[in-house]
């Protein structure tokens, strides 16, 4: 079955290759295979309207979406190059100041939230592992969820922090990196006051944004000490303010599982993050996917079963 990731990959694709139209035709079959992300879809689509020097349907695909309830924040609008044919007319201003508008309102609304997944009973005196999962720059506790039900099935208790800081129509960032490691620390301790699992068996994960910041905070160990790291695709770029951590981390026995394509953007930084750990002697398996881009793998289940074998050990 074809998912929302499979078509974004295959668009991504197209848009690097300069085959706009087919872009096109596959954006809009995104819109109409899955309207709850229209706020993607829609955006896509204006994008590359853009690109094709077709101005006035851009600008009616954003007024469209954002008619039905749609917003992308103001700092996304005015540095997306695909914009700049459009940027200064007054047909674009109007949608970015009511983009800025309806952000404004969510943010003002917005909390740190968290979900928590827990696992079928372990056995009798047994204490279940926590795995901390942060999603994407983009994503929300909820959609994230989906990719971590089988290590759920598997006895392993996931807990989903969403982040305060807004980014989308029910879309969340990391980018106050400090604010987010403090609210990942809060989840923490309010997983600890509600449940009962393993301290000794914690695993901090994520994808992309949230993959750095998983790495970042394990590396560190500020907050509160983990067995590990298990990053998919995690935006990488520089490495300078992460290596102080690496040895200590190592000492402490600190173990890391990185998931990658070699088509990803970030995939330069990955490398030289890994060749940083394995200077240092901190235990962290690269998985390389071969052709695979800016997304999870397919198999993602067994990757991430052998990932949390690798952690725990």
Same mark, same amino acid.
């Given at each position: 079955?074809?998912?929302?990731?499979?078509?974004?990959?295959?668009?991504?694709?197209?848009?690097?290759?300069?085959?706009?139209?087919?872009?096109?035709?596959?954006?809009?079959?995104?819109?109409?295979?899955?309207?709850?992300?229209?706020?993607?879809?829609?955006?896509?689509?204006?994008?590359?309207?853009?690109?094709?020097?077709?101005?006035?349907?851009?600008?009616?695909?954003?007024?469209?979406?954002?008619?039905?309830?749609?917003?992308?924040?103001?700092?996304?609008?005015?540095?997306?190059?695909?914009?700049?044919?459009?940027?200064?007319?007054?047909?674009?201003?109007?949608?970015?100041?009511?983009?800025?508008?309806?952000?404004?309102?969510?943010?003002?609304?917005?909390?740190?939230?968290?979900?928590?997944?827990? +696992?079928?009973?372990? /056995?009798?005196? *047994?204490?279940? #592992?926590?795995?901390?999962?942060?999603?994407? %720059? =983009?994503?929300?506790?909820?959609?994230?969820?989906?990719?971590?039900?089988?290590?759920?099935?598997?006895?392993?208790?996931?807990?989903?922090?969403?982040?305060?800081?807004?980014?989308?129509?029910?879309?969340?960032?990391?980018?106050?990196?400090?604010?987010?490691?403090?609210?990942?620390?809060?989840?923490?301790?309010?997983?600890?006051?509600?449940?009962?699992?393993?301290?000794?068996?914690?695993?901090?994960?994520?994808?992309?944004?949230?993959?750095?910041?998983?790495?970042?905070?394990?590396?560190?160990?500020?907050?509160?000490?983990?067995?590990?790291?298990?990053?998919?695709? +995690?935006?990488?770029? /520089?490495?300078? *303010?992460?290596? #102080?951590?690496?040895?200590?981390?190592?000492? %402490? =026995?600190?173990?890391?599982?990185?998931?990658?394509?070699?088509?990803?953007?970030?995939?330069?930084?990955?490398?030289?993050?890994?060749?940083?750990?394995?200077?240092?002697?901190?235990?962290?398996?690269?998985?390389?996917?071969?052709?695979?881009?800016?997304?999870?793998?397919?198999?993602?289940?067994?990757?991430?079963?052998?990932?949390?074998?690798?952690?725990?050990?």
């Amino acid at each position: 079955m074809t998912t929302f990731a499979d078509l974004q990959e295959r668009l991504f694709d197209l848009y690097a290759h300069g085959r706009l139209r087919e872009a096109l035709e596959v954006a809009a079959h995104a819109a109409e295979r899955f309207p709850e992300n229209t706020a993607k879809t829609s955006y896509w689509r204006a994008c590359l309207h853009c690109c094709l020097g077709e101005a006035d349907e851009a600008i009616a695909v954003l007024e469209d979406a954002v008619r039905h309830g749609a917003w992308w924040s103001e700092e996304t609008l005015m540095r997306d190059s695909d914009f700049d044919s459009i940027r200064s007319t007054p047909g674009f201003q109007a949608i970015v100041r009511e983009c800025a508008r309806l952000h404004a309102i969510a943010q003002e609304a917005a909390g740190p939230d968290l979900l928590v997944l827990t +696992p079928p009973g372990p /056995g009798r005196g *047994e204490l279940a #592992p926590l795995l901390i999962a942060l999603h994407s %720059r =983009g994503g929300n506790a909820r959609t994230f969820g989906r990719f971590w039900d089988a290590v759920v099935a598997s006895g392993i208790m996931v807990a989903l922090p969403q982040s305060s800081q807004v980014c989308g129509k029910d879309e969340f960032c990391w980018d106050n990196e400090s604010l987010a490691e403090s609210e990942v620390a809060s989840a923490c301790s309010r997983v600890a006051e509600a449940h009962r699992f393993d301290p000794g068996r914690v695993i901090l994960a994520g994808a992309s944004q949230g993959g750095r910041i998983a790495t970042t905070m394990a590396l560190k160990g500020d907050a509160f000490q983990s067995r590990g790291f298990i990053a998919v695709v +995690p935006a990488v770029r /520089g490495i300078d *303010e992460i290596v #102080p951590f690496i040895e200590p981390a190592a000492r %402490r =026995g600190v173990r890391g599982y990185i998931i990658t394509g070699d088509k990803d953007q970030f995939y330069q930084g990955v490398r030289r993050l890994h060749a940083a750990m394995e200077d240092r002697a901190l235990r962290c398996e690269l998985d390389v996917r071969p052709s695979m881009g800016h997304r999870f793998p397919p198999d993602f289940p067994a990757t991430l079963e052998r990932a949390v074998n690798f952690i725990l050990g």
